[in-house]
């Protein structure tokens, strides 16, 4: 690898920077150095995801969170708790006018 001088803003400096250190922390975030998912107990998930433990209880007896159960024991993958989180967008009214639009335009009153 070459050396170069790479003339950058402070701004493009702060956005590499800001990506690098992005990148480096989803990896520690998913694996906990050994290769392995990240497991979180009942504790550690409800302070991850901001809920009171009794939710979070609540939401498993419910099979509303991805969770493991060992023995007597609850067990969460942090990744798989993000992509949880992640899936939980809430259409907007704009949306939501769109796809009625949508459904009536391709179901017509029939007579």
Not at 4 to 27: C, G, P, W
Not at 31 to 58: C, Q, R
Not at 85 to 90: D, L, Q, Y
């Amino acid at each position: 690898m070459e050396n170069q001088i790479i003339v950058a803003s402070k701004q493009e400096l702060e956005q590499l920077i800001d990506n690098a250190v992005d990148k480096a922390l989803t990896r520690l975030g998913t694996l906990n150095g050994k290769g392995a998912p990240e497991i979180l107990n009942v504790e550690e998930a409800a302070d991850f995801l901001n809920l009171a433990m009794a939710t979070v209880y609540d939401k498993t007896s419910k099979n509303v969170i991805p969770h493991k159960k060992k023995g007597n024991k609850l067990y969460f993958i942090r990744a798989e708790l993000e992509k949880w989180v992640m899936s939980g967008e809430v259409k907007t009214e704009t949306e939501y006018e769109e796809i009625a639009r949508d459904f009536v335009m391709r179901n017509p009153l029939k007579r």
